[in-house]
């Protein structure tokens, strides 16, 4: 077979997917809206219906799973077995026999040997069932909170979960989680590995512009299915304890416009702007000038483009920055089973345990939430999660132009991602975990807009902790807070980041002026400029190999 590379499969009729297994030349899925079971070919998107005198039987599936003959699936609570008869390109499926009732609606389901692995979000639970009798035998605990569909790939037993956005390999006696792998789609439903390749399958909804001719406003705004299968490439780095998966070359451009709303007469200033920095998931390949040349500088470590003025007035036309070339990655770090965790350096208390940037600290709102926060919390990742899930519990998102202090914030009960940031620093740095500030942007998430503008329309930022041992490691500061559901309290992006997220300055501010005598403009960037923000992907890429593997 040649190489497709990063190729996107698109079902032709299909309006959701649930589940993929592979199946000689092709790759097979249910479409539980219609009943379908699928027969598709990666080359061509070829799409074919293998089950067009039986497909009430499968409407509704919750999951399904093939063995030999066995087509085994979930409706509700009832596990059921067809048995497929196939001749001339179709499968005649047999009427199902009910094999089992459970406790609760059931999704996911593989069988593997003897056993029947099933899942289901309304316990949060994977039920291990022997087959001969139907016992369960052991009931281990999802390790995410979403709908979760199961397959058993290359002898190893894997999870997807549709809200986490994310693959786990379990280890199959005792359901621990092995490996965790974020996906560069939302919503995966199923996943197979297929001539030496993962496939992920999606479903879900995506926004469009929509012409109606005979509306008085022809552009409008609607949604519409979307199902695709994608490949996945992962790397699993075992010295840093995380995995990467699909990449992308990505085109950054940041450009400031000199626009100041009131008149203004500096002179010899230094405007400085922090370039992408190079981490663990992400690499800046080249960077060069926009608009005007600059010097590059570092400055704790992190490179800068300092541009040089010898006067900036009112009335002048400029515009200066900076057009950079990365690598950027999705990355999901591990949690040890029994992590040991060292007492933090005491240059990191000095840094980052202050209220160095109006963190309230000192207010005994703030005091009383750090205690409150913990209660209960032993080890470390423990109160990580404790603290990001007491904030999420008592804010609700509203983005403002303004950040106010995290005790105004948590009062007020709402907040912008700055302000959720503003508060998880406070708390972590009183229970004495060091943080800080993190990211700046967020590429839209259209991996398939290759070659084709993508415009930020607001910066973003979370934060990072400090894990002695391990060195810093992402939270998202409001992303994985479902404001329409707020009892669900995914953590994709708990110690993960997706391909989309870029960080730029880390551990430095992002921009500044400096003026000779060290003092500050009155009026603040903002007021100064107006920044333009451009995204472009050019290519989807594999993460690198671990090193001497």
Not at 146 to 164: F, H, M, P, R, T
Not at 392 to 419: F, N, Q, V, W
């Amino acid at each position: 077979m040649p190489d497709t590379g990063f190729r996107t499969l698109r079902p032709h009729a299909l309006r959701s997917l649930r589940g993929l297994v592979p199946w000689h030349d092709r790759l097979l899925t249910v479409d539980p809206r219609s009943g379908y079971l699928a027969s598709l070919d990666p080359l061509s998107d070829d799409t074919r219906i293998l089950n067009p005198e039986t497909t009430h039987y499968l409407q509704d599936v919750g999951g399904w799973s093939l063995e030999g003959d066995a087509l085994w699936f979930t409706d509700r609570e009832q596990v059921y077995v067809s048995y497929v008869h196939r001749e001339a390109g179709r499968w005649q499926l047999a009427e199902p026999v009910l094999t089992l009732t459970l406790d609760d609606q059931a999704e996911g389901i593989v069988k593997w040997g003897e056993w029947l692995y099933i899942s289901s979000q309304g316990r949060g639970c994977i039920w291990v069932i022997r087959v001969t009798d139907g016992k369960v035998v052991q009931t281990w605990q999802t390790p995410g909170v979403g709908i979760s569909q199961l397959a058993v790939l290359e002898k190893k037993l894997w999870l997807c979960d549709n809200i986490e956005q994310t693959l786990y390999q379990l280890n199959w006696q005792t359901g621990r989680v092995e490996l965790a792998v974020l996906t560069p789609y939302e919503s995966p439903v199923g996943l197979a590995y297929w001539r030496g390749r993962y496939y992920v399958a999606y479903a879900g909804e995506e926004p469009y512009i929509r012409d109606e001719p005979n509306a008085s406003q022809s552009l409008q705004l609607g949604f519409r299915d979307r199902v695709l299968v994608h490949p996945l490439s992962f790397q699993y780095y075992p010295e840093g304890q995380y995995t990467l998966s699909n990449g992308y070359v990505l085109e950054l451009s940041y450009v400031e416009e000199w626009c100041p709303l009131e008149a203004v007469d500096l002179a010899q200033v230094e405007w400085r702007i922090a370039l992408p920095a190079t981490t663990q998931r992400q690499r800046l390949r080249r960077v060069e000038p926009v608009g005007l040349p600059f010097t590059l500088e570092q400055e704790a470590g992190q490179p800068v483009a300092v541009f040089r003025f010898d006067r900036l007035t009112q009335r002048q036309g400029l515009i200066f920055g900076w057009r950079a070339e990365l690598e950027v990655f999705s990355i999901k770090y591990q949690i040890p089973e029994h992590p040991e965790v060292p007492p933090l350096e005491p240059e990191l208390q000095q840094q980052y345990l202050v209220d160095d940037d109006e963190l309230s600290m000192d207010e005994p709102i703030i005091r009383a939430a750090a205690r409150e926060a913990v209660a209960g919390a032993e080890t470390f990742p423990e109160k990580l999660l404790a603290i990001r899930n007491y904030v999420y519990d008592r804010l609700r998102y509203h983005m403002k132009s303004t950040i106010d202090p995290p005790h105004i914030a948590l009062k007020r009960g709402t907040g912008s991602c700055g302000e959720y940031v503003g508060i998880m620093l406070a708390l972590l740095r009183l229970n004495g975990i060091a943080c800080r500030t993190a990211g700046r942007y967020k590429c839209p998430k259209n991996p398939e807009l290759l070659g084709v503008p993508l415009l930020p329309q607001f910066n973003h930022v979370w934060l990072e902790v400090y894990w002695p041992g391990r060195g810093w490691l992402p939270i998202e500061s409001n992303t994985d807070h479902l404001l329409e559901r707020p009892w669900l309290q995914p953590q994709r992006f708990f110690l993960g980041l997706a391909w989309y997220h870029l960080e730029l300055g880390r551990g430095i501010r992002f921009e500044r002026l400096r003026l000779p005598d060290g003092s500050r403009p009155e009026l603040g960037l903002g007021d100064l400029a107006i920044n333009h923000i451009r995204c472009i992907l050019h290519e989807e890429i594999a993460p690198p190999s671990p090193p001497d593997t």
